[in-house]
C-alpha cells in the first residue's frame, strides 16, 4: 500500500473513533443531565376544580373617552375551590342570580375599554373574582371560594 492511503485510512480510523467517543459521551452527559438514575416520586398530576356555570351575558356597555357604546356577549364558568362549596351554591338559583348581577354590575362599571386589552381583560376577570368572593359564604380553611373566572367564549360589536 501507499504511504498516502495507509495516512488516509488511520485518519479516516481516528477520526470515526473520536466521533463516536463524542456520541457516547453526549449521550451519557444527555442522561446524567436529565437526572437519570435519580429517584423521583410520583410526578402530580393536574388537579381539575369543579366549575360553576354562570351561562351567557349580553351587555350594551357604554364606550370610553374616544369610543362609542358597543354590545359585549360572553359566557362565564366559575372555577371553585372544592366540590362542597359547588353542592352548597349549585342546587339554589339564588345564588347564580346574585352572581350574575355581581359581573353585570362590574362589566357596567368597568365599560366596554376593559374588554378590549388584554390588560382590561386580565384585570376585569380579576375584578369579577374579588366581588363574587365577596358575597359568598366562606368555606374552611378561609380560601376564597371562587379560585379564578373563565371565559367561555366571548365577542364584541
Do not use: C
Not at 366540590?83 to 365599560?111: C, H, P, T, V
Amino acid at each position: 500500500m501507499k504511504p498516502v492511503v495507509k495516512k488516509a485510512i488511520v485518519v479516516t480510523i481516528v477520526l470515526a473513533s473520536v466521533f463516536l467517543l463524542g456520541f457516547a459521551g453526549g449521550v451519557i452527559g444527555s442522561g446524567m443531565m436529565a437526572g437519570r438514575g435519580e429517584d423521583h416520586g410520583k410526578a402530580d398530576k393536574p388537579r381539575s376544580y369543579p366549575i360553576f356555570d354562570l351561562g351567557e351575558f349580553k351587555l350594551s356597555l357604554a364606550g370610553g373617552k374616544y369610543t362609542d357604546s358597543r354590545m359585549v356577549s360572553f359566557e362565564l364558568v366559575l372555577e371553585l375551590q372544592n366540590q362542597k362549596f359547588l353542592e352548597k351554591i349549585g342546587g339554589d338559583d339564588y345564588w347564580k342570580a346574585l352572581f350574575r348581577n355581581e359581573i353585570i354590575s362590574e362589566s357596567m362599571s368597568q365599560g366596554i375599554d376593559s374588554f378590549q386589552s388584554p390588560e382590561g381583560f386580565l384585570r376585569l376577570s380579576e375584578a369579577f373574582a374579588r366581588r363574587i368572593n365577596a358575597v359568598t359564604p366562606e368555606i374552611s380553611g378561609g380560601e376564597p371560594p371562587v379560585r379564578r373566572i373563565l371565559f367561555r367564549s366571548m365577542i364584541i360589536q
